[in-house]
């Protein structure tokens, strides 16, 4: 058996929806951007899979092919000592001028694969069509995809066609090249299912194979689905398939976690959007590890059940997780780990692809409504040029053999622990024979992330995401460690083994600091730059934050990372010249410019006054000339704490985009909660009597590339949490001030 390799592959999808192409290759800007391929070669990738797709060569006619950008690519894909796998349609209907249910597909689409293989005969690994069964679904069952059909002939129809598409590509391919493989990818999953709904299941389970059934010529009237295929008139087809079977050279296994199904009939379970059902019954239809027990099989199972039933070549052919960043690397390096551990049980797993290299765009709408929403991957394309991420360093990790994990990835991913239950667990039964689960959980907690500042708003929201996202943290407050002992500093980083420190301490009294500068200056200047000057001196990571207050206001734009500073007040040049300072100490820090927190567990701040208030029906006074990008601090958290595992330094603005008076900041929040918006009073800033002058204008842009959610979504969530905290019994004393918002259960993690 060979060494077993890293794969890859950017999210390549070209989808049809009505008369519109989606080409994820143009969105994440691959499109032009050749050099991203030597950034993947030096994550030590052996084989790519990459486009030449139908829709993007030939999308006019069958005779017109535009060669021009696939040639420059595959050319220097070749030269980096990368194998092309070539994907010639991937969740596509092909071009204008056919269609997945057209009689004429296999036909057209094995003429453009021999055209294929005579401009590129070099090319031995090739993925005629990706996810078959799956394409055929969205397309002619569920209606989401070009033809959007909802019609279960014609989703066989779809299947069917695209099948003898892949085997008369093959052949067209296999006679300029009789190298050539067959890589046969498809999603793959087990469904798992209440006594009630095991019928749905039983066929589920039975269809999750029909692409490489179909291939490999298994689909004979001893099959389970032949005569119901044959009722639709599809069994001529059957027939010649069985008598002339192109089997994969290696199985495809595409799983995710979303990949393991659960169908319930207990529907009150379940919110409306996870209902649906069959022309029997209802039932509710949930990813599995959000609410089995035990948890379902995962890829493990799905490899295991693939190779006992083909007995051939495997490869995990697309592996992403879009979520967090440590869980993103706990993710690749299980199905990593899995596949070497499966190995060595005599099962043949050739490769683990890291799939969506520049992440993908509007999966959470498969791919229906271009909306913008981002998931990234191993490279984040929303900045000037692709930043690597922390998924980046683990795959070069895997991909050379050199190096370490980075501390903050070493736990449990959530689907290992607790916080996967979603809904209320059902207990399933565990069939015989059950795949094998070896997985083991890293003995003990990790390095931890040291984080200073125990009582505010920010340090308690650290420590609260490193809990969720199960990262090892050190929470300090002055007691622990003393910001103005140098020594102190150096002492508990040492003991602790930290792998990194964020200070979210120092002095946030913006009007005080007018009468007292030099404590302000202390704590924002000299206890910051002590502790970066302590981590530069161990080599070890430091984040720390600033603020809006930095600026002047007088531009009367957003103001971005490269302008300069012009302070009004002593604590916006106390920040100032803490990132000045912390900046030009070198090392490692990443300073974050950040304004205007908003957050559910923070009783004190702005929005938390606001909502007592109207709760009361009070009028609630706010500034409608002072403009800033409020922050909702759970955001705030995480993207700090992504960045810090990506290995970001220097200077990053980090507020949800947006620009807002302060008195619209509370229309909004009062509109997101269903209060009295008009119980908000515009009012002048210099009627509050501040002691320390504000900039008129000062919201925050980056030109490093937008990473914080849209700030509509932001105060959705806010709203979310708080409504269930401030409308519930103790309503009444929390408007009263008599005790903080709630807390409440924070978002599920992002699953792909």
Same mark, same amino acid.
């Given at each position: 058996?060979r ?6 592959g950017?999210?390549?999808t ?5 008369g519109?192409?989606h080409?994820?290759?143009v969105r ?10 030597e950034?993947?070669?030096?994550l030590?990738i052996?084989?790519?899979r990459y486009?030449v797709?139908?829709?993007?060569v ?8 535009a060669w021009?950008?696939?040639d420059?690519?595959l ?5 980096l000592?990368?194998? $092309?796998?070539?994907?010639?349609l991937h969740?596509g209907s ?5 269609s !997945?249910?057209? $009689?004429?597909?296999?036909?057209l689409f =094995?003429g453009?694969?021999r055209a ?5 005969p070099?090319?031995? +690994?090739?993925?005629p069509?990706n996810?078959p069964l ?5 397309s002619?069952?569920y #209606?989401h995809?070009?033809? *959007? ?13 695209q ?7 093959m ?5 300029v090249n009789?190298?050539?493989? !067959?890589?046969q990818?498809e999603d793959?999953g087990r469904c798992?299912?209440t006594?009630?709904?095991?019928h749905q299941a039983e066929f589920?389970?039975t269809?999750?194979w029909?692409t490489?059934?179909?291939?490999a010529?298994?689909v004979?009237p ?8 044959s009722?639709f ?6 027939r010649? !398939? ?11 296994v595409?799983?995710?976690l979303t990949?393991d199904?659960?169908l319930? *009939?207990r529907? *009150?379970?379940?919110p $409306?959007h996870?209902v649906g059902?069959?022309?029997?019954m209802a039932?509710?239809?949930v ?13 493990e199972g799905?490899?295991e059940a =693939?190779w006992a039933r083909y007995r ?5 052919? /697309?592996s *992403?997780?879009? %979520?967090?960043?440590e869980e993103q690397?706990?993710w690749?390096?299980? @199905?990593?780990?899995?596949?070497a ?9 050739? =490769?683990v692809t890291a799939w969506?290299?520049?992440?993908t765009?509007d999966?959470n709408?498969l791919?229906t ?7 990234v991957?191993a490279f ?7 930043r690597p991420t922390?998924?980046a360093?683990?795959l070069a990790?895997i991909?050379?053999g050199?190096g370490e994990?980075h501390?903050?990835?070493? #736990?449990?991913?959530?689907?290992r622990?607790d916080?996967?239950? /979603? ?5 399933r039964?565990?069939e015989t ?6 997985w083991r959980a890293p003995?003990?907690?990790?390095r931890?992330?040291l984080i200073?500042?125990a009582?505010g708003?920010?340090?308690k929201?650290?420590?609260r995401?490193c809990e969720w996202?199960g990262i090892a943290y050190r929470?300090?407050?002055?007691? /622990?460690l003393d910001?103005?002992? /140098?020594?102190a500093i150096?002492?508990?980083l040492?003991e602790?083994?930290?792998w990194g420190?964020?200070?979210a301490?120092?002095?946030v009294?913006v +009007?005080?600091?007018?009468?007292e500068?030099k404590a %302000?200056m202390?704590?924002?200047v000299g ?5 970066a000057?302590?981590?530069r001196d161990r080599g070890?990571?430091? =984040? #720390? ?7 002047d206001?007088?531009?009367r734009? $957003?103001y971005?990372?490269?302008d300069p ?7 916006g040049?106390s920040k100032a010249r803490a990132e000045r300072?912390?900046l030009?100490?070198?090392?490692r820090p ?5 304004a205007a927190?908003?957050?559910p567990y923070?009783p004190?701040n702005f929005? @938390?006054h606001?909502?007592?208030a ?6 609630f006074e706010a500034a409608a000339?002072l403009?800033v990008?409020p922050?909702?601090?759970?955001d ?6 992504d960045?810090?595992?990506?290995g ?5 603005h ?7 008076s302060?008195a619209e ?5 009062a509109?997101?909660l269903? !209060?009295?918006?008009?119980l908000?009073r515009?009012?002048h800033?210099g009627e509050?009597d501040w ?10 842009a980056?030109?490093r590339g937008e ?5 509509d ?7 979310a949490?708080?409504a ?7 309503a009444?004393a929390?408007?009263?001030g008599?005790g903080?918002l ?6 599920r993690?992002r699953?792909?």
């Amino acid at each position: 058996m060979r060494a077993l390799e890293l794969w890859g592959g950017h999210e390549q999808t070209v989808n049809r929806v009505g008369g519109t192409f989606h080409d994820q290759t143009v969105r994440s800007g691959h499109e032009h951007r050749i050099e991203d391929l030597e950034r993947f070669a030096a994550l030590g990738i052996k084989a790519l899979r990459y486009p030449v797709l139908w829709e993007r060569v030939a999308p006019e006619a069958p005779d017109r092919l535009a060669w021009q950008w696939t040639d420059l690519r595959l050319a220097r894909i070749r030269t980096l000592g990368m194998r $092309p796998i070539a994907g010639l349609l991937h969740h596509g209907s092909g071009p204008r001028y056919v269609s !997945l249910i057209d $009689p004429d597909f296999p036909e057209l689409f =094995a003429g453009y694969a021999r055209a294929v293989a005579e401009r590129y005969p070099w090319v031995d +690994d090739w993925t005629p069509v990706n996810e078959p069964l799956t394409t055929a679904r969205f397309s002619a069952l569920y #209606g989401h995809w070009y033809p *959007h059909a909802a019609d279960e002939r014609l989703f066989w129809t779809a299947l069917v066609n695209q099948i003898d598409g892949v085997s008369r590509a093959m052949a067209e391919i296999r006679a300029v090249n009789s190298q050539a493989r !067959l890589v046969q990818t498809e999603d793959l999953g087990r469904c798992y299912a209440t006594r009630a709904v095991a019928h749905q299941a039983e066929f589920d389970n039975t269809r999750r194979w029909m692409t490489w059934d179909l291939l490999a010529g298994r689909v004979t009237p001893e099959h389970p689905l032949w005569r119901r295929l044959s009722d639709f008139g599809l069994g001529d087809r059957l027939r010649a !398939l069985a008598d002339a079977p192109c089997p994969p050279d290696v199985v495809g296994v595409n799983h995710y976690l979303t990949s393991d199904r659960l169908l319930d *009939h207990r529907i *009150h379970r379940y919110p $409306p959007h996870r209902v649906g059902g069959n022309a029997f019954m209802a039932y509710a239809d949930v990813e599995a590890v959000r609410c089995a027990l035990p948890a379902p099989g995962g890829l493990e199972g799905a490899l295991e059940a =693939a190779w006992a039933r083909y007995r051939l070549p495997l490869a995990v052919t /697309e592996s *992403h997780n879009g %979520c967090t960043r440590e869980e993103q690397a706990r993710w690749v390096r299980e @199905a990593w780990e899995t596949a070497a551990r499966l190995r060595v049980r005599g099962v043949e797993v050739q =490769a683990v692809t890291a799939w969506a290299l520049l992440g993908t765009f509007d999966w959470n709408s498969l791919l229906t409504r271009p909306l913008g929403h981002y998931e990234v991957g191993a490279f984040d394309v929303r900045a000037p040029e692709p930043r690597p991420t922390g998924l980046a360093a683990e795959l070069a990790r895997i991909g050379t053999g050199r190096g370490e994990p980075h501390p903050a990835t070493e #736990g449990p991913g959530w689907w290992r622990r607790d916080i996967r239950l /979603e809904f209320q667990p059902v207990f399933r039964t565990v069939e015989t024979p059950e795949p094998r689960a070896e997985w083991r959980a890293p003995a003990g907690p990790g390095r931890p992330l040291l984080i200073t500042g125990a009582t505010g708003t920010l340090g308690k929201a650290l420590a609260r995401a490193c809990e969720w996202r199960g990262i090892a943290y050190r929470l300090t407050g002055r007691q /622990e460690l003393d910001l103005a002992d /140098e020594g102190a500093i150096g002492r508990v980083l040492d003991e602790s083994g930290a792998w990194g420190l964020v200070n979210a301490a120092g002095w946030v009294r913006v +009007d005080e600091a007018e009468r007292e500068a030099k404590a %302000c200056m202390a704590a924002n200047v000299g206890g910051a730059a002590r502790l970066a000057r302590a981590c530069r001196d161990r080599g070890l990571p430091f =984040a #720390g934050f600033s603020s809006d207050l930095v600026f002047d206001g007088r531009l009367r734009r $957003p103001y971005v990372e490269s302008d300069p500073p012009a302070p009004l007040s002593v604590y916006g040049a106390s920040k100032a010249r803490a990132e000045r300072e912390i900046l030009e100490l070198g090392g490692r820090p990443l300073m974050i410019r950040t304004a205007a927190f908003f957050s559910p567990y923070d009783p004190y701040n702005f929005a @938390a006054h606001l909502v007592r208030a109207l709760i009361a029906g009070e009028p609630f006074e706010a500034a409608a000339d002072l403009v800033v990008s409020p922050t909702y601090v759970p955001d705030l958290a995480d993207m700090t704490l992504d960045l810090l595992i990506d290995g970001e330094t220097g200077l990053r603005h980090l507020t949800n985009p947006g620009a807002l008076s302060w008195a619209e900041f509370a229309r909004h929040i009062a509109t997101a909660l269903n !209060l009295d918006a008009d119980l908000v009073r515009n009012r002048h800033s210099g009627e509050f009597d501040w002691p320390a002058r504000r900039p008129k204008h000062a919201p925050l842009a980056t030109e490093r590339g937008e990473i914080m959610p849209a700030l509509d979504g932001a105060v959705a969530r806010y709203a979310a949490i708080v409504a269930e905290a401030e409308f519930a019994p103790e309503a009444e004393a929390l408007a009263e001030g008599g005790g903080p918002l709630k807390p409440a259960r924070r978002q599920r993690p992002r699953v792909s």
